[in-house]
């Protein structure tokens, strides 16, 4: 089983070019999330969907979609890329959106923007 | 204030040693608090969860003080392989967390 898996690993855009971030699980977990890591800075909700068909905004949604594809597929949008968007962004899964579950990383997609 | 808070470190501790950290979070509605482990470079990984009780799994003990809001990671006997950045994570709601900055730790030989 691969887990969380998380496509591009690496990725440069230039200003104003977009481009979707790819997160995928095999875990048959209902809730999923993205989030966003900066440095000096803990990770960062930027939107989540508790179960397939719902998303929800989380801390820091400006500038993102996110699209819930189906129970395995959660992607995330960038429309028109910021040099502020530079960061590095991790998909999590979770069995069940109860609080106490733990949530299971993806590797993680390094983003930068120019 | 900041949600959660973690003393940045880094604590460089020798092997064997006991090194203890502390989290402290503002929100007294949280039930949920964990401890996850975080590789230069990798996706952060649950190391434990954290009990009212408090709850120990090896050579980690973690505990909850509800009254001070904070909890705290103790590792005994520190091995090189503990060398990494420890964080916080204190839920805000059922599908909110808040994830402290990181404690990072290196364990030298």
């Known amino acids: 089983n691969a887990g969380v898996t998380q496509t591009p690993k690496f990725q440069v855009l230039k200003t104003g070019q977009s481009m979707t971030l790819q997160c995928a699980q095999d875990?048959?977990?209902?809730?999923m999330y993205w989030y966003r890591q900066d440095p000096g800075m803990g990770l960062r909700l930027i939107y989540y969907s508790a179960s397939e068909g719902t998303t929800d905004k989380g801390e820091v949604p400006n500038g993102y979609n996110v699209s819930r594809l189906n129970k395995r597929e959660f992607s995330l949008r960038l429309e028109s890329a910021a040099p502020s968007q530079t960061s590095v962004y991790f998909c999590?899964?979770?069995?069940?959106?109860?609080?106490?579950?733990?949530?299971?990383f993806g590797p993680g997609t390094r983003l930068t923007v120019l | 204030r900041k949600e959660v808070e973690q003393d940045p470190g880094p604590f460089n501790v020798p092997e064997g040693a006991t090194v203890a950290f502390n989290c402290t979070y503002s929100n007294s509605a949280s039930q949920s608090f964990f401890w996850y482990r975080q590789d230069c470079r990798k996706e952060p990984k649950l190391l434990m969860s954290?009990?009212?009780s408090g709850n120990e799994d090896g050579r980690f003990t973690a505990q909850l003080n509800r009254a001070s809001q904070y909890i705290s990671l103790l590792i005994r006997d520190s091995k090189l392989s503990d060398s990494a950045t420890y964080l916080c994570v204190v839920n805000k709601g059922t599908y909110k967390y808040i994830f402290g900055t990181g404690t990072r730790l290196k364990v030298l030989a």
């Open positions: 954290v009990y009212s």
């Open positions: 875990m048959n977990h209902n809730s």
């Open positions: 999590a899964t979770q069995l069940a959106g109860v609080s106490y579950n733990e949530q299971f």
